[in-house]
């Protein structure tokens, strides 16, 4: 392991195995990476199981789910005030339209909601990408039986502009699903279709491929133009910690994964904690 010299957050430079699944316009584009086999302890029916759980409309509820060593506690719970803490991140997702910065807000105040309801630890990280093919990824990382198995999910920008805020719950839901489950199941099979029940996860987002999201012209028409404004102030960013990004470069999925080496750049600050 190296360290890089940076400014805070530093960068350090391992390699590790990894495993990845990402939703996208075409899934067969972006096909998970190979990890060792993780070590896992499986239902019956080889997928996730829902246990002692409430009726899926009642204020608070519960579901046991079977996860590998990085999916957490594998408990699912919603909170006495969860229609309430959703109710306040839509309405202020629906008051700043094409506002990235606040959608980034947002946006980890979604995470870090769902992210505890659904069981994940906090060595989890919620990363932002700027792709257009795919909308979320999921990596599942980890240097060998010894080290902890550990993931973040990465949110494409265009999502986090998108007018719809179900979109952005849908998409989060889905990748957290992905999470639970593990490298066991890359792909979107039983398994991972049960998690997403079991997470509420929307129908339109519990399937392999996305295409409706792109099947809006003026969206989409909309993106093209939030990028011109980034490339006129200098805020658009392809690669590196230098220059004026809206989001934390440091939380860019290209600055924290090279996709040619499969090096992780893992980000920590002044204090030692991991940033990313």
Known sequence: MTTAASSSPRAIVAAAARSTTATSRDVASRRARPRAAPRLSRSSDAGAVAAR???????????SLTSWPGGGSGVVTNPPDHAVVLASLRARWDASPWDLATRWVVTNDLWDHERA???????????WTNTKSYVGITYMWGAGDDE???GEIFLSKYLMLDPSFDNALGCLRHE?????????????????????????CDEAWATDTTKAFYDRPLVVLGWSAHDAKE??????VVR?????????????????????????????????????
């Open 240 to 276: 590196g910690l230098e220059g004026k990004s809206t989001l934390p470069p440091e939380k860019f999925e290209r600055n924290v994964w090279d996709k040619v080496t499969g090096e992780r750049t893992t980000y920590v600050a002044e204090d030692g904690v991991r940033v990313m």
């Open 148 to 150: 902890p198995s550990l």
């Open 117 to 127: 309801r659904c069981g994940l630890s906090t060595e989890w990280r919620l990363g």
């Open 53 to 63: 759980a409430s009726s899926p409309s009642s204020s608070s509820s519960s579901s």
């Open 176 to 200: 957290i699903a992905h999470a639970i489950v593990g490298p066991s199941d890359p792909g979107h099979g039983a398994a991972w279709r049960n998690v997403c029940e079991a997470v509420e």
């Open 231 to 236: 490339i006129a102030a200098g805020t658009y």
